[in-house]
């Protein structure tokens, strides 16, 4: 049995700690948060062993097989520092780091320590995205050209996101890290993406935040093909995941949010949709989105690799590359032209 420790106690480590419920050979350990009473509260709903207020202290616990860092962007770097030094297996949460020299460094650590490590991106472990790349591979739609992807919603749970300063960016580095891997997962990984260009703005929330609400990413692979991320903190109505795959002989469409469950409620029922915006009215309430969204399938992924000592679909030079292209990206927004992807360790 795999041990595993999660450090956090916000919305996505809930989804971690639900995640875990799906993995036969996984099992919540121990978790942290910085406040007393929230690590308790957490270990109460996940039935976590052990709670600790240090992330030192529960790296150090030897019954601890992997840590999941769950927290805010600004505290990844610290927290791989310290899971590493004590030799455990690292499961980080997206994105990795706020900018591609952050995340070089957290490459480096987890490399010079050699310590096993898994990027979570759960976007690409999604059924209904899994199953399109299986056909996409499959030769069903023929050389794939294009990809268009939309990840969007009202904005984020925390404060700590607002902070663009602190937490490294907005919409686009919160939300297009997702379908930024999707694109490298669909038009392959050794077709890197060579440019971007890339448009952003507050639109909606100026009285929250300096970073854009609002983001088009425009990427140019090696192989010629282009990918259209856009990423919105400014959508009302609940979650928008959604791409579009063309080919030379076909298409493919996935939809996360679109579920066979929806209806007009005059009364409210309780939680529908992470960031449903309304209890009542029309609703599209999506049915078990720990499972919907890849998050299982993701976990019991990284648990097999990491017992059997292999390495993962996704880990920590994914991540690392999907910053460099974000900082393109970002500056491209500021130039106003495109900017070249530079890989640089």
Not at 226 to 255: C, N, P, Y
Request: one cysteine or more; aromatic letters at 8%; charged letters at 20%.
């Amino acid at each position: 049995m795999i041990r595993v420790g999660i450090l956090g106690s916000g919305f996505i480590a809930d989804s971690y700690a639900d995640s875990l419920l799906d993995v036969r050979d996984g099992v919540l350990a121990a978790n942290f948060s910085r406040d007393a009473e929230r690590a308790a509260e957490f270990a109460a709903r996940w039935n976590s062993p052990r709670s600790y207020t240090d992330i030192a202290d529960l790296c150090a616990d030897p019954d601890i097989d992997v840590v999941v860092v769950a927290l805010p962007n600004e505290a990844h770097v610290d927290a791989v520092r310290i899971a590493a030094a004590a030799g455990k297996g690292i499961i980080c949460t997206k994105p990795l780091a706020r900018t591609g020299a952050e995340a070089a460094e957290i490459l480096r650590i987890v490399e010079e320590a050699g310590v096993w490590h898994g990027y979570a991106e759960s976007s690409v472990f999604s059924p209904n995205v899994a199953k399109a790349h299986e056909m996409a591979q499959a030769g069903g739609i023929g050389t794939l050209l294009t990809m268009r992807a939309r990840e969007a919603h009202s904005g984020p749970h925390a404060p700590h996101f607002w902070d663009a300063e602190t937490a490294g960016g907005g919409a686009l580095l919160d939300m297009g890290c997702h379908t930024v891997e999707s694109a490298r997962h669909f038009f392959g990984k050794d077709n890197p993406v060579t440019e971007a260009f890339a448009w952003g703005s507050t639109l909606v929330h100026s009285d929250k935040t300096t970073g854009e609400d609002t983001a088009v990413a425009l990427l140019k692979f090696a192989g010629g093909q282009l990918a259209i991320i856009e990423s919105s903190w400014a959508e009302k109505g609940g979650m928008q995941l959604r791409h579009e795959f063309s080919g030379a002989d076909g298409r493919l469409v996935t939809d996360t949010s679109v579920t066979p469950v929806w209806g007009f409620l005059g009364n409210p029922t309780g939680y529908l949709v992470e960031k449903a915006d309304a209890e009542t009215g029309w609703v599209h309430p999506v049915p078990e989105e720990t499972r919907a969204y890849g998050f299982s399938q993701q976990m019991r992924h990284f648990i097999d690799h990491y017992a059997a000592g292999t390495t993962p679909m996704e880990t920590f030079e994914d991540g690392w590359v999907v910053n460099c292209i974000l900082d393109a990206c970002y500056r491209a927004m500021r130039s106003g032209t495109w900017e070249p992807v530079r890989l640089e360790r």
